[in-house]
Structures are given as structure tokens and as C-alpha cells.
């Protein structure tokens, strides 16, 4: 669950801060000069993007350099912080997909006992019991219930990858495919998934299965959409191309982007060698009205490199449009995205 937005769009309105994260227990006074952060948990994690003006090697140095301005520590170090370390990730691989397994299940064990149990979460930890999954207890489960558990996580996974198309409904545009992929509960609780009468487990889990960091504020720092069918009605396949014509003039303070994600893993097609296309691509080729062709699929288009995503045949996918410091006209509706295209 989101609880606040760092840069343009938060409370340091971009000038930076200091940010105070404080366990659920804390009963104390913020010391002057912090922003609170009140987490119901004790493990948190912060994602932050260093938008540079384009990726000239200069200005990707200047937002190194931001990033590198950030300092972790306790706040019992404030007055003296420690050295920050930093790790450059660019030639590693890390392995970030969610296992359906049975060490799911381990996982799931494992950061229960480390968190407070929320009362809105009460009859889930009740369901757990069966599985050996309970509050200050080791999960020890047998080869039986290690296969039974395996066998579920996979039927969660089918259920899950199924549920994105099926829920994303919302729309900027009543005549389009886009959609704004969240169920509509995310949206409309800015992903705290609770209303009045319910709280909505499903949804969050949909959600939180294709996505992560999602921000507090929704439309002013980014705004996201993404399209499961083609503008035939037809699901989107890695072996056939696509393109989409992106209008001139796209209402954005920062840069729009376009990706493809796998759609059995919601990640990146980890043997891609194109993940992304957008506008702060050097090389990107305009069309004469200020306009921008991009193509998808498992060959590039002869003259089309610095446009072209590419795709693995026989496997489903689906795209993000990011939008990265969204103007008026796309929530007015005077710029409109198109739908995708087979190409023949």
C-alpha cells in the first residue's frame, strides 16, 4: 500500500526532506524538521526515479549523481549519517519474478511473522491454519501438503493472469482498448482497497500481482495505461506484429514511454533485446507531423530500429503507456492514444 510520494508530487514538493519512517508501534513525538511516514508494518521498501532530460551520458551523470544525494540510516545516526553504499545493477542479473510454488507459501510464513496481523486481515490468518501457517509458529509443511501446496500456488497463478483483463475496465476513452490496468477499486482508494463495506482481497491481489509501487497520488507525478486485445477485439501474440501511431504533441512535462510485458509473468520478456520505446530515445524516428510509428513484434521492420519492441512468438503479452508528468489534455480527452494495429 502506498504512503507517499517523494519529488514534484509529494510533501518536499520536490525540494527534498527528510523523511521519518516510524514503526506502527511508535507512540513518540516527530522530532522537528522530518516528514512522518506512518507504515503499518515493519518492513517497507522505497522506489524512486531519477528522470533525466535525456539519456545524453551527461545528463544519465546528473541523475546518478541525484540519485546518489539519498541517504538511508537510523535516525539515532542523524547526527553524523554513515557512508551511503550504492550497488550498480546495469550487468546483473536479478531474478524478481514471484516463485507459484510451494516457497511461496514459505515466504508468506516467514514475513507473517515478522508483521503485526491487521484486523481487516483477521479471517485470511484464520484460513491459513489448515496450511500450518500461524503467528509465531514454524511452518513445517510434509511432502503431502508440500504438493497440495504447489498445486494451489499454480491454480492462483492461471486465476491471477486471468484477472487483470477481466477487471481492468475503466477507461479515458469510451470508444478505445486502453483501459487503466488496475481493478477499478485500486483507482478509486488510491490502493488501499478498502471501501465503506468491504474490503477488496481479490482485487488487491490482482492487482498487486501484475504491478508494484504504485503512487499515492494518482495522475500528477505518472499516469499508466495498457491494452490486452488489439483494436480487432483480438488477443495481443508475440508472433504477429503491431504498430500504434502515437499523436504529436503527447501531454507530457517529462517523457512517455511504451513497453511489453510478458503476459503469463506480468514482467519483461527477460531474452528481449527491445524492452521500451519512448520519447527521450535519441535515435526515435518521427514521422513529419510530429508523430511516432512504433512497431511490435518478432522482426524489426527494415528502417525501424529505433522504434520497433520486441516480442517471442507463441507467447501472449501486454503493454504499459506510461505518461510521466501527465498533462490536462489526456484526462480532457483532446489528445487520445490509438489502438494497436495488426500489421498484415
Given at each position: 500500500?502506498?504512503?507517499?510520494?517523494?519529488?514534484?508530487?509529494?510533501?518536499?514538493?520536490?525540494?527534498?526532506?527528510?523523511?521519518?519512517?516510524?514503526?506502527?508501534?511508535?507512540?513518540?513525538?516527530?522530532?522537528?524538521?522530518?516528514?512522518?511516514?506512518?507504515?503499518?508494518?515493519?518492513?517497507?521498501?522505497?522506489?524512486?526515479?531519477?528522470?533525466?532530460?535525456?539519456?545524453?551520458?551527461?545528463?544519465?551523470?546528473?541523475?546518478?549523481?541525484?540519485?546518489?544525494?539519498?541517504?538511508?540510516?537510523?535516525?539515532?545516526?542523524?547526527?553524523?549519517?554513515?557512508?551511503?553504499?550504492?550497488?550498480?545493477?546495469?550487468?546483473?542479473?536479478?531474478?524478481?519474478?514471484?516463485?507459484?510454488?510451494?516457497?511461496?507459501?514459505?515466504?508468506?510464513?516467514?514475513?507473517?511473522?515478522?508483521?503485526?496481523?491487521?484486523?481487516?486481515?483477521?479471517?485470511?490468518?484464520?484460513?491459513?491454519?489448515?496450511?500450518?501457517?500461524?503467528?509465531?509458529?514454524?511452518?513445517?509443511?510434509?511432502?503431502?501438503?508440500?504438493?497440495?501446496?504447489?498445486?494451489?500456488?499454480?491454480?492462483?497463478?492461471?486465476?491471477?493472469?486471468?484477472?487483470?483483463?477481466?477487471?481492468?475496465?475503466?477507461?479515458?476513452?469510451?470508444?478505445?482498448?486502453?483501459?487503466?490496468?488496475?481493478?477499478?477499486?485500486?483507482?478509486?482508494?488510491?490502493?488501499?482497497?478498502?471501501?465503506?463495506?468491504?474490503?477488496?482481497?481479490?482485487?488487491?491481489?490482482?492487482?498487486?500481482?501484475?504491478?508494484?509501487?504504485?503512487?499515492?497520488?494518482?495522475?500528477?507525478?505518472?499516469?499508466?495505461?495498457?491494452?490486452?486485445?488489439?483494436a480487432n477485439d483480438k488477443p495481443l501474440r508475440g508472433e504477429n506484429t503491431?504498430?500504434?501511431?502515437?499523436?504529436?504533441?503527447?501531454?507530457?512535462r517529462e517523457f512517455w514511454a511504451l513497453t511489453v510485458y510478458d503476459k503469463?509473468?506480468?514482467?519483461?520478456?527477460?531474452?528481449?533485446?527491445?524492452?521500451?520505446?519512448?520519447?527521450?530515445?535519441?535515435?526515435?524516428?518521427?514521422?513529419?507531423?510530429?508523430?511516432?510509428?512504433?512497431?511490435?513484434?518478432?522482426?524489426?521492420?527494415?528502417?525501424?530500429?529505433?522504434?520497433?519492441?520486441?516480442?517471442?512468438?507463441?507467447?501472449?503479452?501486454?503493454?504499459?503507456?506510461?505518461?510521466?508528468?501527465?498533462?490536462?489534455?489526456?484526462?480532457?480527452?483532446?489528445?487520445?492514444?490509438?489502438?494497436?494495429?495488426?500489421?498484415?
Amino acid at each position: 500500500m502506498p504512503l507517499i510520494d517523494i519529488g514534484s508530487t509529494g510533501e518536499d514538493k520536490g525540494k527534498g526532506g527528510k523523511h521519518l519512517v516510524l514503526p506502527p508501534d511508535f507512540k513518540g513525538e516527530v522530532p522537528p524538521g522530518y516528514i512522518p511516514v506512518r507504515p503499518r508494518t515493519y518492513n517497507t521498501f522505497t522506489g524512486v526515479r531519477s528522470i533525466p532530460k535525456s539519456y545524453s551520458e551527461e545528463d544519465v551523470r546528473k541523475g546518478d549523481a541525484l540519485v546518489k544525494q539519498i541517504k538511508v540510516y537510523l535516525l539515532s545516526a542523524a547526527a553524523k549519517p554513515p557512508e551511503q553504499r550504492f550497488i550498480d545493477m546495469t550487468d546483473i542479473l536479478y531474478e524478481g519474478l514471484v516463485r507459484y510454488d510451494a516457497s511461496f507459501y514459505a515466504s508468506l510464513a516467514h514475513i507473517l511473522n515478522e508483521e503485526p496481523v491487521q484486523p481487516r486481515d483477521l479471517e485470511r490468518m484464520s484460513l491459513l491454519l489448515p496450511l500450518g501457517i500461524e503467528k509465531s509458529k514454524a511452518f513445517k509443511p510434509d511432502a503431502v501438503m508440500t504438493a497440495e501446496l504447489k498445486s494451489a500456488a499454480q491454480e492462483a497463478q492461471a486465476w491471477l493472469v486471468e484477472g487483470l483483463a477481466r477487471v481492468s475496465t475503466e477507461r479515458l476513452w469510451p470508444d478505445s482498448k486502453w483501459v487503466l490496468p488496475v481493478p477499478p477499486i485500486a483507482t478509486k482508494t488510491l490502493f488501499k482497497w478498502e471501501v465503506a463495506n468491504h474490503f477488496d482481497v481479490d482485487s488487491r491481489g490482482i492487482g498487486l500481482a501484475s504491478f508494484f509501487l504504485p503512487p499515492a497520488t494518482l495522475g500528477k507525478g505518472s499516469f499508466y495505461l495498457g491494452c490486452f486485445v488489439d483494436a480487432n477485439d483480438k488477443p495481443l501474440r508475440g508472433e504477429n506484429t503491431y504498430r500504434i501511431r502515437v499523436p504529436a504533441n503527447a501531454p507530457v512535462r517529462e517523457f512517455w514511454a511504451l513497453t511489453v510485458y510478458d503476459k503469463e509473468t506480468d514482467a519483461i520478456f527477460r531474452e528481449s533485446t527491445r524492452l521500451t520505446v519512448g520519447s527521450l530515445d535519441k535515435d526515435l524516428r518521427k514521422n513529419s507531423d510530429g508523430s511516432v510509428d512504433i512497431y511490435i513484434g518478432p522482426k524489426v521492420p527494415a528502417g525501424w530500429e529505433a522504434n520497433w519492441i520486441y516480442t517471442p512468438p507463441r507467447q501472449g503479452w501486454w503493454p504499459y503507456f506510461r505518461f510521466f508528468g501527465p498533462g490536462p489534455a489526456l484526462f480532457e480527452g483532446t489528445w487520445k492514444l490509438p489502438d494497436l494495429e495488426k500489421v498484415p
